[in-house]
């Protein structure tokens, strides 16, 4: 699931931030089956409405996006429901 696996990824790089075309690349590895371009920012698009990610857009350069950490506990317990039973952030 895509969603889960961004904020997986965000849980361990909580200071991470990228382009779209980065989170498909490193972000999304192992998924199977591999994520499309369209899901990656589908499920961004997602992350932004719920207000749990921040997206940068400037101009000149991509859309970057970046965790809202405003928003950990709710991301957390949503986390929890998938199945996730970690309950620590880095």
Known sequence: MMI???LLYLREHPDAEDAAE???QFWSVGSSPPATSE????T???LVERGWLI???H???PKLYRLNKL??????LF????GNRESVWH
Do not use: N, W
């Open 4 to 6: 889960e696996q961004i």
């Open 44 to 46: 961004l698009s997602f």
């Open 55 to 57: 997206v940068s857009d």
């Open 22 to 24: 980065g989170i498909h």
């Open 39 to 42: 899901e990656v920012q589908s």
């Open 59 to 61: 101009p000149a350069t």
């Open 71 to 76: 928003c950990l506990v709710e991301i957390q």
């Open 79 to 82: 986390l929890k429901t998938l």
